[in-house]
């Protein structure tokens, strides 16, 4: 089962930890939903689901307020009876010492945020849901180019490497090179990013490693990318016809999920970074409704009809 370590998301969401003496380094969710307690504090804890991040907003602290302190220590134990991974309050909100008492005597981390309550949940969800997707590891070149996510792949020693440093230097940006790391974060939408290792470095053959944030600055790498379309690389056969057109998509699938691919052939002279610019622009042009090949065959399509028309009646 995927987790991430609550350390990761303390420090990405720069979280205050009030309860410092508890040790959170082993303490994982694993869940990417997220739970308001307000039929916790209430005492109905039926269908609980205590592996999610419990958020503590305006509404539950109030009533937290509101109990007597005798009522807090029932509901307070009965509570962090869970195996909670951790409670956060919203809106730099404080416990009271009844609840920080019972945090520290179960073990249960207590977060603080500054955010508000629905926009702190959002950002959670949505970070939780990439890092908790399904992942598998392609090898492969992950550009971004005009905000579409475009997977280069093919054999080893092909040119993708090169073909995505000439895209950078054409003022895109790089995701990761070589290994890339792909998440079903939906049945339509997959993201790609790099592993910590490789991160913003490129192979060159003959050269070496090059960090390309280091060379080219921070606005020509990112870290994370939807994977829009595929350009698969291969060397080109004189025997093989390749698609002039491009009347009819191909697709190739990844965890279940289909992604327009074009396989681009290589043969010296061809401009790969050009192709694969032009590739992704003609992609978006698609997905905002306008299709060159179609246009192409409305038009000859419109000239036969012409034609037909122009030709004198025989009878």
Known sequence: MESVRLT?????????????????????????????????????????????????????????????DERKLEIYDEFMGYDVPAVV?????????????????????VLMTKKATSAFMAEVIRWLNVKLAPCISVHGVLVDVYGEGLLITG?????????????????HRLVTDDVVEIRKVSDDTLVGSAPDMLKHLIELRGIGVVDVKALFGASAVMDTQNIDLVIRLEDWDRDKEYDRLGLEENYTEYMGNKVVCYNIPIRPGRNVAVICESAAVNHRQKKMGY?????????????????REDEPDPF
């Open 155 to 171: 054999e080893s020693g092909i040119g993708k490497s090169e073909a995505a440093l000439e895209l950078v230097r054409r003022g």
């Open 89 to 109: 309050f919203c809106r730099e909100l404080r416990p009271d010492p009844i609840f920080l008492k019972e945090a520290i005597a179960h073990r249960i981390p």
């Open 291 to 307: 299709n060159a090949a179609q246009e192409l065959y409305s038009r000859v399509q419109n000239s036969f009809a012409r034609k």
């Open 8 to 68: 990761r998301l303390i420090e990405k969401m720069k979280l205050e930890n009030l309860t410092p003496e508890i040790d959170v380094k082993d303490i994982r969710i694993t869940q990417p939903d997220v739970n308001r307690p307000a039929l916790q504090l209430t005492g109905y804890f039926e269908h609980f689901d205590s592996t999610r991040l419990e958020i503590i907003g305006f509404v539950e602290y109030s009533y937290m307020e509101s109990m007597p």
